[in-house]
């Protein structure tokens, strides 16, 4: 018989097709995000799953899920996935790296330069009615061009987003956990790798890419806000708690920087006390993947990735792939 596969929220037909010819797949009927127990209960005699950020997948997951032969996370942040637990239990988790890079660059793109130039804020004054015509004061902003850009987490997606600088002849400064240089930005852009605090003090915008991690886990909190410029942008397409968002929001108030772009939050989908009132902000509702092409791709390659572990292969994105690393029986030494 076939493989029982449950995909936790509907996602583009490519992947469900492709899952379809070699599964029995179920799809989460409702519009909207599985109760817990609604989760643990439908994956009870699955042998895969699909699923989405919002879900945890942890011991009492793989618990629920006695015949699981692999997870794939329908997202390339893999923050919501317990993988040494995975690893434990010799069952494969994949996510979606690389088919979502050029459409969250973008979406940054999008978040810097409605931060700068004020966007959001003037759309709004227009539609209200309450613009009166031309003024030589209204709604100026950061210019961008030739100003300083700061990438904290420089992968893929940090590096995408920061190649787009070309055109703007930004001088670009980066980040790197690992203390690693990245050959491509310093070849491309002539980047430099600087610490954390003199990007902090050096860049006009700072774009975040970094993965959440404990080290990440409020990295931008008030003490960081200090060090910044007044004028500075604050972008974020990563994870919400990178952002200590309590302390933006008073930073934002109180002028320490200028403006921040928000894709992610702490507690999606709330937003910290005050953040939907500040003009100086622009917010997205985590939409940093959401182009057709991006959110196609990522189905049918988390549908390969599940056709893979189903079949007890190594999944092309595998997050544990060290459960594949030597053939039962063989050691490398
Ligand atoms: C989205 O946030 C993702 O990690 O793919
Ligand atoms: C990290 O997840 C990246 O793709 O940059």
């Known amino acids: 018989s076939k493989p029982k596969v449950f995909v936790t929220r509907r996602i583009p037909d490519a992947g469900i097709d492709l899952l379809a ?51 794939a996370n329908y997202a390339v942040g893999y923050d919501n996935i317990d993988v040494a637990e995975a690893t434990r239990r010799a069952i494969p988790v994949s996510n979606t790296p690389g088919v979502l890079t050029d459409a969250t660059a ?41 100003k300083t850009l700061g990438i904290v987490g420089a992968g893929r997606i940090g590096t995408a987003m920061a190649l787009m600088s070309r055109g703007f002849d930004m ?62 942008c604050l972008v974020n397409t990563s994870r919400g708690p990178v952002i200590k968002e309590d302390d933006l929001v008073q930073a934002l108030k109180d002028g320490v920087i200028a403006g921040a772009g928000l894709d992610v939050f702490e507690r999606e989908p709330a937003m910290a006390d005050g953040l939907a009132g500040l003009e100086n902000a622009v ?15 990522m189905a049918t390659l988390a549908a390969r990735n599940m056709l893979a572990m189903l079949a007890g292969q190594r999944p092309e994105t595998c997050l544990n792939p060290d459960l594949f690393a030597a053939p039962a029986g063989r ?3």
């Open 171 to 232: 001088p670009v400064l980066y980040t790197s956990s690992s203390g690693r240089r990245n050959a491509v930005l310093e070849d491309r852009l002539d980047a430099r790798l600087v610490p954390f605090e003199t990007l902090l003090a050096e860049a006009d915008f700072i774009s975040i890419h970094a993965p959440l991690t404990p080290d990440t886990r409020h990295l931008f909190n008030a003490a960081a806000f200090a060090r910044m410029k007044p004028t500075a």
């Open 283 to 297: 917010v997205l509702p985590h939409i940093g993947s959401a182009t057709i092409e991006s959110r196609t791709d």
């Open 331 to 333: 050691t490398w030494t």
């Open 106 to 146: 973008e979406c940054a793109w999008a978040l810097l330069f409605a931060a700068a130039r004020r966007v959001v804020e003037a759309d709004r004054v227009m539609r209200s009615g309450d613009w009166q015509g031309w003024g030589p004061l209204q709604f100026l902003g950061q210019g961008v061009r030739g």
């Open 21 to 71: 010819q070699t599964a029995e797949v179920t799809v989460n009927p409702e519009d909207r995000t599985l109760s817990r127990a609604e989760l643990l209960a439908a994956v009870a005699d699955c042998q895969g799953v699909i699923g989405l950020l919002t879900e945890r997948i942890d011991a009492e997951f793989f618990d629920a899920a006695p015949q699981l032969k692999g997870y």
